[in-house]
């Protein structure tokens, strides 16, 4: 059973269109992320979600939307799709039940977004 | 504001040999948690080891070890009779004790290829 799932594992689009990326974990965590690495790896974390609510938004353009249906899901949607927002996107999981940094952040398996 | 260098953005070595990796950190917390993470040229990111600040005993498992000093605000990653699977980038990261790990920080990552 994978811990946390993304979806779609592979995503190559057109600059100005629309697409989500769905990520899932079944680990029971209070707390989900979203991050994304650049060409040189670099990872930067962009939104974290407690419970359903969000409680880190980096500085990353209004055209990234995360929503989180419930404590299991955090979708990330990208809008107008530009050519700098290839990269891969990792969702990670914490249980954070405490809110505490000390927690560990379990990943998924990465998204890899071209945009063309 | 807190801070994780991997000074080493590429090692070599030759199977068998042992290589180690340094992270160096800064951070103005006294309570704080350092961690590694494995990404292997598939992409995902693999849990290695958290540590907190006040627990300065070395660790091992396996082929692994880990020295964390904190009077030298490091914690090296000691890989012993490297193999080829261990080909991998690794990253050292950084989580304050706050909130819902919204600090958790990673180095630029070091990529290390073990040849055969």
């Known amino acids: 059973d994978t811990a946390v799932s993304q979806t779609p594992k592979y995503l190559v689009t057109q600059m100005g269109n629309d697409k989500s990326i769905k990520c899932e974990q079944n680990?029971?965590?209070?707390?989900m992320y979203w991050y994304k690495q650049d060409s040189k790896k670099f990872l930067k974390i962009m939104f974290s979600?407690?419970?359903?609510?969000?409680?880190i938004n980096e500085t990353v353009p209004n055209r990234f939307s995360p929503k989180s249906p419930d404590k299991a899901h955090l979708n990330l949607h990208i809008n107008s799709l530009e050519l700098g927002d290839s990269a891969v996107y990792f969702c990670?999981?914490?249980?954070?039940?405490?809110?505490?940094?000390?927690?560990?952040?379990?990943f998924g398996p990465g998204t890899r977004l071209l945009v063309l | 504001a807190q801070k994780v260098t991997q000074a080493q953005t590429e090692i070599s070595v030759v199977e068998k040999e042992d290589v180690t990796l340094d992270c160096v950190y800064e951070?103005?917390?006294?309570?704080?948690?350092l961690f590694w993470y494995k990404q292997p040229p598939s992409g995902e990111l693999v849990f290695l080891i958290r540590?907190?600040?006040?627990?300065?005993q070395n660790e091992i498992s396996g082929r692994y070890s880990w020295n964390f000093q904190k009077s030298t605000s490091s914690f090296n990653f000691t890989i012993t009779a490297s193999q080829v699977v261990d080909s991998a980038v690794y990253f050292c990261?950084?989580?304050?004790?706050?909130?819902?790990?919204?600090?958790?920080?990673f180095g630029p990552g070091t990529r290390l290829s073990v040849l055969p």
């Open positions: 990670a999981s914490s249980q954070a039940g405490l809110g505490r940094g000390q927690e560990t952040q379990y």
């Open positions: 680990l029971g965590h209070d707390t």
């Open positions: 979600y407690n419970n359903k609510e969000l409680i």
């Open positions: 951070t103005r917390d006294t309570t704080y948690y």
């Open positions: 540590r907190n600040s006040f627990d300065e």
């Open positions: 990261a950084l989580s304050e004790d706050d909130n819902y790990g919204q600090n958790f920080v």
